[in-house]
């Protein structure tokens, strides 16, 4: 979901707000113009999963219905995705379910902030659910592999297995923080300071091919595998290792972006306060 839109200054006149769309198509051309930057998503996320949302945000929009509600509908697909996952032994016919019902509730994901923005503008309220949707998301889904693995797997004589699972909650629960975090003391930092927005920096293909591996879209298409286990464990803990290596490295470069926001100048700092998410 997005945040509101920044208000006009004082005395200065407020923008007209376009005309609505009116049906499919102009919707959908209104959103191919209105797309948060591209830079640092991975190569699915970005080249798929962004136009599918696009066009269930346009299919929504046309059926009236509210970012808050295509949230819900993103987390039913998913949460059965997950369900799946746990409780049925893995077949291939199971995998197939599991692809669809993460991927749909995927690109439904994608489609409540485009819809918010289509909209005229998100709410907090729902950028907080949307959060939290997800971060239920990532952790409920590693849990729901380790399940599976220690019902159906058979890993008596491999139960080191365990802990990629193990191991991926914690790694997709700490990434996920960690990039709201930074984002919200940058945000704090703007807030208290008055220092602009950095400018967004044109996206690369080249890294999102390279990032591929923390690309929730990939881990979603992956579980078509599910009822092929030896080849779908092998599969996700390579995933997983592309996970934890790519968050320490960048648990690096947070620390020193953020660190960087202490260097602001002091003067900007004390007349403005400490924010409230500051120690």
């Known amino acids: 979901m997005s945040a509101p839109g920044p208000a006009p200054a004082p005395g200065q006149t407020p923008a007209a707000a376009p005309a609505p769309p009116r049906g499919f198509r102009e919707?959908?051309?209104r959103l191919a113009s209105a797309q948060k930057t591209a830079k640092g998503?991975?190569?699915?996320?970005?080249?798929?999963?962004r136009k599918l949302g696009r066009l269930l945000a346009a299919v929504s929009y046309v059926a009236g219905l509210t970012p808050n509600l295509v949230t819900a509908i993103s987390a039913a697909f998913t949460f059965t995705g997950i369900a799946l996952i746990a409780l049925v032994d893995p077949a291939p016919w199971l995998g197939a379910a599991v692809c669809l019902a993460l991927v749909v509730g995927y690109a439904f994901d994608a489609a409540d902030g485009q819809l918010a923005r289509l909209r005229g503008g998100g709410s907090k309220s729902g950028e907080y659910l949307d959060h939290m949707v997800d971060s239920a998301k990532i952790s409920a889904l590693h849990l729901a592999v380790l399940i599976s693995w220690y019902r159906f797997g058979?890993?008596?004589?491999?139960?080191?297995?365990?802990?990629?699972?193990?191991?991926?909650?914690?790694?997709?629960?700490?990434?996920?923080f960690g990039m709201i975090l930074k984002d919200l003391l940058a945000r704090a930092h703007r807030a208290a300071t008055g220092a602009p927005a950095p400018p967004a920096a044109a996206p690369s293909t080249v890294r999102s091919l390279l990032v591929i591996p923390t690309d929730y879209g990939l881990l979603c298409v992956a579980f078509l595998l599910l009822g092929f286990p030896e080849v779908f464990r092998p599969l996700y803990a390579l995933i997983f290792l592309g996970n934890l290596l790519f968050l320490m490295a960048a648990s690096v470069k947070w620390f020193r972006e953020v660190g960087a926001l202490d260097a602001a100048p002091a003067g900007s700092r004390a007349a403005s306060g400490r924010s409230p998410v500051l120690r």
């Not at 998503?41 to 999963?49: E, K």
């Not at 890993?155 to 997709?172: H, I, K, N, Q, S």
């Open 154 to 176: 058979g890993l008596e004589d491999r139960a080191a297995y365990l802990l990629v699972p193990v191991g991926f909650t914690v790694v997709a629960a700490v990434m996920f």
């Open 41 to 49: 998503a991975p190569a699915y996320s970005r080249f798929v999963n």
């Open 27 to 29: 919707a959908l051309a």
